[in-house]
């Protein structure tokens, strides 16, 4: 099932439209397709953030999510004074991921660095790696060693 890929013209003459259509909330049944990379340069979406993805993170999603819960929705000087003080082991590394979503939006897209907040910061679970541990009796027990990957994005409050 392929999708038609649009010109650069037609991308251009339903500019307004199709930048409306996908800023809008919908049901995750109803879905538009994704654009494309090109698509989305053309139509100048993703210029207002700044956006990155830690993959493979060796700490429990459970764990990375209670220090996220912690910044959601400050602004990133505060976010990053929350989380050099957090005594937990995700807290170093979810503090690398926003001052690199912080960098992409400074020098990728010009934003601002006074005005931006951590609009979206999520936490998805990865691969499990699966070890076995000596149990009583000869027998064995699974250990499961959890990873997850980190989603930081930031915007310019308006």
């Not at 991308?11 to 409306?20: A, G, M, S, T, V």
């Not at 951590?118 to 790696?129: A, D, F, H, K």
Request: glycine share 6%; hydrophobic share 35%; with cysteine.
């Amino acid at each position: 099932m392929s999708r038609k890929v649009m010109s650069k013209q037609e991308l251009l003459d339903n500019r307004e439209e199709l930048i409306q259509q996908y800023k809008a909330v919908q049901k995750k049944s109803a879905k538009k397709p994704v654009l494309t990379k090109k698509e989305r340069k053309i139509l100048g979406l993703g210029k207002d953030e700044g956006k990155v993805e830690v993959k493979h993170i060796r700490i429990s999603p459970f764990k990375v999510s209670q220090v996220c819960d912690t910044v959601r929705g400050k602004d990133v000087r505060e976010a990053k004074a929350i989380l050099t003080y957090t005594n937990r082991g995700a807290a170093p590394i979810v503090l690398k991921a926003l001052e690199s979503a912080e960098a992409n939006a400074v020098n990728n897209n010009s934003l601002n660095p006074d005005a931006l907040y951590v609009s979206e910061i999520y936490v998805s679970p990865g691969p499990v790696l699966k070890r076995w541990r000596a149990g009583g009796k000869g027998s064995a027990s699974r250990i499961n060693k959890r990873t997850c990957h980190l989603n930081v994005v930031v915007r310019e409050r308006a």
